[in-house]
């Protein structure tokens, strides 16, 4: 065996995992496609550009929704909501977590016991539910759907390491992917989430308006989830081959 | 410890957690921003100064939060969980009904994403290089990435539309008898799709831990010794590992109760189900706050029970379990 620091074995062990790395090519793929897109594609994804539910075609290739709008400048503008939210999010979350967690640990008696209630407490109301409660009583606005998903969805990582910091991003942005597509999103933004709620009811006539911005979503927190799995695995002492 | 005691210490638990729930119900309402009055008022088309502070005195809301958070649990023991806007209705009776037929979403999804979920784990531990245990690994992180509603909305186009075996949405046609075995079909038909979108996303999580929990039991010793005695491969699996493979499955799902529940809230709306989930959605949509605050209440109780039955199994299938 070679001399070399922890992290370089590391790295390399990522770099050599093509399920991880083909991870990082979609994420890459998916964030430029974010920050760059819209300018880049040129349509603005709240202008009518042709009749409502137009299949994909040269024109617009994902097709147009149930008011004529571009799907494809709506699926470039929606990422940057999601991708946010689920970061801001899931930092918030971890910050809860892992500060709670470390200080039951530390603390004892009737403090370790009251920080375990507490847990319980969050455990037992379905984090979705207590988020819509919030969102909906407060307003919807990024600033407070990223609150309310970080303080209702920190018991599960409590316990997290390292690396798995990755499973709470990519869960956060289902998160705000379920809240946006309830109704619940900041409603001047648009997001994955909005267009497959707004555009529901059209969807076994104009199966596009669904399809492509779900697919969007999914592959970005696949590639999360991957990258996730190949940074665990890379850190593994005992997975070194 | 005893049985009985074990089962008061336990309800005594489950009825301060209940407490803390409506206290937090009852802070939600108070801490968010607007007079409720005036929310009640809008919600009646406008009001004069006079009306509100007859609303308020009617709802008690001129008193101190002290004394109305007591009136509120005096209401909510008497089973009055406040009238639905919307729906011109008690709450509570509103939830009740709906109860049911989330339950039967949730428990249906539950049941088969912890058998198919066992059965792929063990496909994937019993040859953990092979190409069966490679796909589920690929499906266990698709499971989990896959936005639920998106899902739903996939296998209805599959299922509901280009190959049209199951019905859109719903719980039962129209036409059909609604009792005897005829209702309990047409039921069992119109809940594959939605029960199986809800399954999909913890089907994954299940085979992640059932084929961790199989890989350490076939690494037994008690693995080894009853290959030694001669057992089929088949019986030593499915009879000796099985068993201690499936507690950390089990530890699982019992916690994520209340995550398939709110599952459940995207899959109703998808599907329109019946139930607390599609109830929730349709007060969000008419901004029916104590509708929503009733079902967040009703939710949280079937969690609570949900974790009473768990501890309760446990207590029957493991005797280590029974000291503490």
Do not use: C
């Not at chain 1, 207590?130 to 920190?154: D, E, K």
């Not at chain 1, 990755?166 to 994955?192: C, H, K, Q, Y």
């Not at chain 2, 649990?73 to 709906?98: I, K, Q, T, W």
């Amino acid at each position: 065996m070679n001399a070399r620091s922890p992290f370089a074995r590391a790295l390399r062990a990522f770099l050599r995992n093509p399920v991880a790395m083909a991870g990082l090519v979609v994420l890459a793929l998916m964030v430029s496609a974010s920050i760059a897109g819209p300018a880049l594609y040129g349509v603005d994804a709240f202008d009518i550009v042709g009749a409502p539910m137009t299949p994909p075609d040269a024109e617009a290739w994902f097709g147009t929704d149930y008011l004529g709008r571009d799907i494809l400048a709506a699926i470039l503008v929606g990422g940057r909501a999601t991708m946010l939210v689920g970061i801001t999010a899931a930092l918030i979350s971890v910050t809860i977590g892992t500060t709670i967690g470390a200080l039951a640990g530390y603390l004892e008696g009737a403090a370790d016991a009251a920080l375990m209630r507490i847990t319980e407490f969050f455990q037992v109301l379905p984090a979705l539910l207590f988020a819509m409660v919030v969102v909906m009583l407060f307003r919807p606005s990024l600033v407070t759907v990223a609150l309310s998903i970080g303080v209702v969805s920190w018991t599960g990582t409590a316990r997290l390491v390292r690396a798995e910091f990755l499973r709470p991003v990519g869960a956060a942005m289902l998160f705000e992917g379920g809240l946006s597509f309830l109704g619940l999103g900041d409603p001047n933004v648009i997001s994955w989430g909005r267009m497959i709620g707004q555009n529901r009811a059209y969807l076994l006539d104009a199966w596009w308006t669904v399809t492509f911005p779900g697919l969007a979503l999914f592959a970005t927190v696949m590639s999360v989830a991957l990258i996730g799995d190949g940074v665990n695995d890379a850190l593994d002492p005992r997975s070194a081959a | 410890m005893n049985a009985a005691a074990w089962i008061l210490r336990r309800l005594t638990h489950a009825a301060g957690l209940l407490l803390a729930v409506l206290v937090l119900n009852f802070l939600l309402i108070h801490l968010a921003p607007g007079d409720p009055a005036m929310v009640i008022a809008g919600e009646m088309g406008g009001a004069s100064l006079e009306v509100m502070a007859k609303i308020r005195a009617e709802y008690g809301l001129d008193q101190p939060l002290p004394v109305q958070l007591l009136r509120y649990l005096g209401r909510v023991l008497m089973g009055d969980l406040g009238h639905s806007f919307y729906f011109n209705r008690p709450v509570a009776a509103l939830v009740a009904e709906r109860m049911g037929p989330t339950a039967l979403l949730v428990v249906s999804a539950i049941l088969v994403a912890l058998v198919l979920g066992t059965w792929l784990g063990i496909l994937a531990a019993r040859r953990p290089r092979g190409v069966a245990a490679q796909m589920v690994a690929v499906f266990s992180v698709a499971g989990f990435s896959a936005p639920v509603f998106w899902t739903g909305m996939m296998l209805l186009l599959l299922f509901a539309s280009a190959l049209p075996i199951f019905p859109v949405s719903g719980m039962s046609d129209i036409g059909r008898p609604k009792q005897g075995f005829a209702h309990v079909l047409d039921v069992a038909h119109h809940l594959v799709l939605p029960a199986m979108t809800l399954a999909m996303v913890y089907m994954a999580q299940y085979s992640r831990q059932a084929r961790a929990g199989m890989l350490a039991a076939l690494a037994a010793d008690y693995i080894r010794t009853a290959r030694a005695k001669g057992l089929g491969e088949r019986r030593v699996v499915y009879r000796h590992a099985l068993r201690n493979a499936l507690i950390p499955v089990i530890t699982i799902a019992g916690l994520q109760f209340g995550q398939v529940l709110a599952g459940a809230v995207l899959v109703e709306t998808v599907f329109a189900w019946p139930g607390l989930g599609r109830l929730a959605y349709e007060s969000i949509l008419r901004r029916d706050s104590p509708t929503l605050l009733g079902i967040l209440l009703g939710s949280a109780l079937l969690v609570i029970l949900a974790n009473l039955l768990t501890d309760a199994a446990y207590r029957l299938a493991d005797p280590r379990m029974r000291g503490i």
